[in-house]
């Protein structure tokens, strides 16, 4: 079952006088429980792609179906309500309040959303033990590692049980041994039956996903399956 279909999604800049075409009729389909990884060098696309299927941006043309619901000609109030009900973000910069504990930053999204207080505790909780921080729940990120922040950044997308979990290069800013730690907690992620779709340039990142698809110059270069491989449990 597809769960996200683009079809011929184009998005232009204007950039002073000129026309940037960031993304020239893109179309693609996704299934529910797909790992997919989007390359492509910079300016190839891939970071408005992104933007596009998190509901942060819309295109200038082309029809993009979530879960069969039209959003590509939706109000920015109708984008934030999707986004913040069928999507969880992972960042490269972690992007948490460095003055709240981690259990205050996973529970963000439930305040955002009305959760009562009793249940957004629970779910904090829940989404925190499954990255394995449950010991770490009161700590502010400057008393975490960078994988430790990571992970929170995890559970914070993972608390309102999305659709899809979106995550732009989530390595970025991790040394190699972490940032292995970090995919190995995405592939337990996916085998629970997430969709994950990992925006990133390194090669032996992408070969964590089932998919790769490459863009270039606002295009499609080639989508292909992954080889299976093995990949080793997290350390906890």
């Known amino acids: 079952m597809n769960i996200i279909n683009l079809e011929n999604i184009s998005r232009i800049y204007q950039v002073g006088s000129e026309e940037v075409h960031a993304l020239d009729?893109?179309?693609l389909k996704i299934d529910r429980n797909e790992y997919v990884a989007i390359m492509g060098p910079s300016g190839s696309g891939k970071s408005t792609l992104m933007n596009i299927v998190g509901c942060l941006d819309t295109p200038t043309s082309g029809s993009y179906i979530l879960k069969g619901t039209h959003v590509s000609d939706m109000s920015d109030n109708e984008l934030a309500e999707v986004r913040n009900r069928e999507i969880?973000?992972?960042?490269?910069?972690?992007?948490?309040?460095?003055?709240?504990?981690?259990?205050h930053n996973v529970e963000l999204p439930l305040i955002y959303a009305g959760v009562p207080a009793a249940e957004r505790r629970q779910k904090a909780e829940q989404a925190l033990s499954s990255v394995g921080l449950k010991e770490r729940m009161l700590h502010k990120p400057n008393e975490l590692s960078g994988g430790q922040r990571q992970r929170v950044a995890v559970a914070r997308a993972l608390v309102?049980?999305?659709?899809?979990?979106?995550?732009?290069?989530?390595?970025?800013?991790l040394d190699s041994k972490t940032g292995e730690d970090i995919m190995s907690l995405f592939h337990e992620i996916y085998q629970?039956?997430?969709?994950?779709?990992?925006?990133?340039?390194?090669?032996?990142?992408?070969?964590?996903a089932k998919r790769v698809i490459r863009l270039l110059d606002g295009r499609v270069e080639s989508d292909q399956a992954v080889a299976n491989r093995t990949v080793p449990n997290r350390e906890t």
Not at 88 to 95: I, L
Not at 160 to 173: F, K, Q
Not at 192 to 208: C, R
Request: charged share 10%; no cysteine.
């Open 88 to 103: 969880g973000f992972v960042f490269q910069t972690f992007n948490l309040l460095p003055r709240a504990t981690s259990f």
């Open 25 to 27: 009729g893109v179309s």
């Open 160 to 173: 309102v049980g999305p659709s899809i979990i979106l995550a732009d290069e989530p390595t970025g800013n």
């Open 192 to 208: 629970q039956g997430n969709t994950i779709i990992l925006v990133t340039h390194e090669e032996y990142i992408a070969n964590h």
